[in-house]
């Protein structure tokens, strides 16, 4: 099974900044990466398919980069509603795997 | 608009079984690969299982094969996961999920049902 390796497991950060996650596969997964945001008590929001494809309605300020086996989520000018956790996953063809997840928090 | 109604959860005992449904609209249900992805208390997403649109394909992670059975409806556009042999391990909310046209992504997720696997 192909695992992903999200980082940092949480991160603490102000209105504002910019920020970075990271997520790593144990083979190449050429761009079949996904990113997802989720709010305690509510169901996953996807943001990123396809490595760095914007879904609708998802603001810019979200994007994604990365192929093979190096993926990142940034977000730019943080605003009080992107304070969330924050998945990656992956798709080999045959079945899903997502990453640990990335609390984001207010500083 | 795309609603996903997640129905069924509830408690039960280990060993026990549990059925759950999700009723699917706004969009053209067979059109679609389905899938189940579950969240246990505090923890990450974990995949449990896919269908393709006509129900002849269906695909498990390890740790339900042979216990959770995955099936559809499309005449009444509902998805289903039959769940057997039930351990306190599979206590999760499980989330019914639209996988992408792409095959590769879950764009539309409901909001879950909770299942407790307790004595």
């Known amino acids: 099974d192909i695992q992903m390796t999200q980082s940092p497991s949480s991160l603490s950060a102000s209105v504002g900044d910019r920020v970075t996650i990271t997520c790593r596969a144990s083979q190449d997964i050429s761009n079949h990466v996904a990113w997802f945001q989720q709010k305690p008590g509510k169901a996953p929001k996807s943001l990123i398919y396809a490595a760095s494809s914007l879904q609708s309605g998802v603001p810019s300020k979200f994007s994604g980069s990365g192929s093979g086996t190096d993926f990142t989520l940034t977000i730019s000018s943080l605003q009080p509603e992107d304070f969330a956790t924050y998945y990656c996953q992956q798709f080999n063809g045959y079945s899903f795997t997502f990453g640990q997840g990335t609390k984001l928090e207010v500083k | 608009e795309v609603q996903l109604m997640e129905s069924g959860g509830g408690l039960v005992q280990p060993g026990g079984s549990l059925r759950l449904s999700c009723a699917a609209s706004g969009f053209t249900f067979n059109w679609y690969w389905m899938s189940w992805v579950r969240q246990a208390p505090g923890k990450g997403l974990e995949w449990v299982a896919n269908i393709n649109q006509g129900g002849s394909e269906e695909r498990y992670v390890n740790s339900v094969k042979g216990r959770f059975t995955i099936s559809r409806d499309n005449a009444r556009t509902s998805l289903f996961l039959q769940m057997n042999s039930l351990r306190p391990e599979d206590t999760a909310v499980y989330h019914c999920?639209?996988?992408?046209?792409?095959?590769?992504?879950?764009?539309?997720w409901g909001q879950g049902a909770l299942v407790t696997v307790s004595s």
């Open positions: 999920a639209r996988i992408d046209i792409s095959g590769s992504t879950f764009d539309y």
